[in-house]
């Protein structure tokens, strides 16, 4: 082998180990991933998040407060996360702390439209549980907010109890979902929810019960699959729903219709808004996506025509992988959504 040759093949060792010394991620504390994860997720939402509430949806015990303290100032220290005033952020934008004051004190004025309507809602027949989830859940409201309602049902009643609450607000709300957005609907009977993932860890453990104590415990317990994302997490039983109303024109609607009549109706209802459903936005969506958005099952509805959990799942992977590249960090222990059995 000649000098040249031998001189080639040096340079050529030396380059190839400093290109992948270059490219190695730097591997960051599992304390400080977890952090960063909760900061990343909400940053979808151009949301900060104060310290105390870092702590409390990391997914980090309580008795390591202090583990999320270090870690939050070593992803300061770092430049990954910026402080600003009493909040921390992925970016240097004031103007999000702003926007997140005024909607902080908008949806406090709000939460008392939330549980009247939850109350009304309480009046309709085989209606046994009310939640409010989306933004207001998370004590914020954008410039053209809406309340979002999590309903629980008597069992093999949903497509009943949706129907009538549908109507009412077409005919008496002029069909608005400022107040009155019926976008998810499960019964006592198929209460563990389908979808793993970030999104809806997330939302079960902000959501707010307004109504029905009983069908409260029974959802939680059926969802402890959220400690995979958030172990801290405990059943808040400080937040004590409204009790079963004694409504009386409620339960003699559901006497009527408890036999075969409300097997029928209820089928029939199902079909029709199956077969709607598939007509208004079936051509939109792939099989998989109108499953995920508009599940029409005998005790499950969803109604979300812009797919929003598929829109945040992505989103939120795409962080990842600019954080990643950015800051060259490894991010793969985050943890996104569960395997399916």
Known sequence: MTNLHFFLLFWRQILTVSFNFTTMRINIPEGAQIVLRTLIYYDIFNYPLAEDE??????????????????????????????????????????????????????????????????????????????????????????????????????????????????????????????????????????????????TATEIVTMIPTYGNSAKYL???????????YPSFARNSSLNAQKRNKFSLKYFIEYILNGSIGDKLDNWFMRLNVNFRKAKFGAKLSEDEFEIAFKSEKNVSKHHPDNFQKEVINTFKNKIKVIEKEFNVDLSKIKIELSKQ
Do not use: Q
Request: net charge positive; charged share 25%; hydrophobic share 40%.
């Open 54 to 199: 870092i702590i409390k949806y990391c997914s980090l015990s309580k008795t390591e407060d202090h583990l999320c303290k270090n870690s939050i100032i070593y992803l300061v220290d770092k430049k990954i996360v910026h402080k600003l005033g009493n909040f921390y952020s992925l970016h240097k934008n004031n103007n999000n702390v702003d926007n997140r004051l005024i909607g902080n004190e908008k949806s406090k004025k709000w939460m008392k439209k939330a549980f009247f309507f939850s109350k009304l809602i309480s009046w309709f027949p085989f209606v046994r549980g009310i939640s409010l989830t989306g933004s207001l859940s998370k004590g914020y409201l954008n410039e053209d907010p809406d309340i979002d309602y999590f309903i629980i049902t008597s069992p093999d009643r949903l497509w009943i109890a949706r129907t009538f609450l549908t109507a009412f607000k077409k005919v008496f709300l002029l069909n608005s979902y400022k107040y009155f957005c019926l976008n998810y609907f499960i019964a006592s009977n198929r209460m563990e929810i389908d979808e793993k993932n970030i999104f």
């Open 219 to 229: 959802f939680f317990e059926s969802n402890w699959w959220v400690k995979e994302f």
